[in-house]
């Protein structure tokens, strides 16, 4: 996992990956853009990324991660609320041991629709040339496929998208180093992308498609391409996978996504991606070797936790 600071112009160099063959293009001994994601876990490996797993409590407001490096003394780790660092609706926790230990910053949410599932996604800055994070979703109780009126089983999740990115933050919330501290010794934090998103899933084809849109930097305010998510199954659990590819780019995968629906009749959904690249077919913003990592969770159109303007334009029950 490269890491790459920022610029006022965003004039980025390239740096080696964080995989063990120093291969920009292989994660986990996997290939970025697989046919068919290698699942751990029931999350894809590439998706996965660093972590094991995290215990967020939404009531007391506590996050425990464990498998990330280099994040804290001990494994798991218990990481800080960071109130000022909520995000489109996420609520963040940071970790930082001391000024010269990499900062991670990690966003979390549980859906609205009691609390059936959970996902977050958690990112070092980088140092040494190397950054780590993964994307980690989890459901509580077992699956219950959305039963819907009519012929179709085809219902509409949406809400809110953040990802963190291995281009260097604003620092905010950086503990201070000392005057006169070589650069390269000195830690970043990730920044971060906030998006919307939409989902369908037809629970008669278990199948699922859906896109980001509307993502931009939230540190500098500047647009990124639209990505969808191409056509996937979703299994006999609830879980499902697929490839991403930019907005208009039909056949070219720049990562992959992944989740699982929850609670009663489906209401809600978690998931995660992996992007090897995200400013456009062509490299117009002249980023290189930049990736993210992004996390959703959503709530089912027709729901009461649903509150997503775009729900006002579907039929949240399918059929005609």
């Not at 986990?28 to 972590?51: C, E, F, H, K």
């Not at 819907?148 to 999740?157: Q, W």
Request: glycine share 16%.
């Amino acid at each position: 996992m490269s890491f790459q600071p920022k610029s006022a112009l965003l004039a980025l160099f390239v740096v080696a990956a964080c995989d063990e063959g120093g291969n920009p293009l292989i994660l986990n001994n996997q290939p970025l853009n697989p046919g068919a994601p290698v699942v751990t876990d029931q999350i894809p490996a590439d998706i996965l990324g660093d972590i094991a797993s995290f215990e967020y409590d939404h009531d007391a407001g506590t996050l425990t991660v464990t498998g990330l490096t280099l994040d804290e003394n001990g494994d798991p780790s218990a990481y800080a609320r960071a109130p000022g660092l909520d995000t489109n609706g996420y609520i963040a926790f940071i970790a930082q041991d001391d000024p010269l230990d990499r900062h991670v910053t990690a966003l979390v949410l549980e859906s609205a629709n009691a609390g059936a599932v959970r996902g977050g996604v958690i990112v070092t800055g980088g140092l040494a040339n190397r950054y780590f994070g993964g994307t980690y979703y989890e459901r509580d109780g077992g699956f219950d496929p959305a039963q819907v009126a009519g012929t179709t089983g085809l219902v509409s999740y949406a809400g809110t998208y953040v990802g963190l990115t291995n281009i260097a933050g604003d620092g905010g919330t950086l503990l201070p180093v000392p005057v006169g501290t070589d650069p390269a010794l000195v830690p970043t934090d990730a920044a971060e992308v906030t998006g919307s998103v939409f989902l369908n899933a037809d629970f008669s084809d278990n199948a699922v498609e859906g896109a980001v849109f509307d993502r931009e930097l939230a540190d500098s305010g500047l647009a990124l391409p639209s990505i969808v998510f191409v056509a996937g199954t979703i299994d006999a659990e609830g879980y499902f996978t697929g490839a991403v590819e930019y907005d208009g780019v039909v056949g070219t995968s720049i990562g992959s996504y992944g989740g699982v629906f929850g609670g009663q009749n489906s209401e809600s959904v978690a998931g995660g991606v992996f992007l090897g690249e995200f400013d456009g077919e062509g490299n117009p913003l002249n980023l290189e070797s930049e990736e993210e990592r992004g996390v959703f969770v959503l709530d089912q159109c027709g729901t009461p936790g649903a509150n997503a303007a775009i729900c006002d334009e579907v039929n949240p029950t399918g059929g005609f």
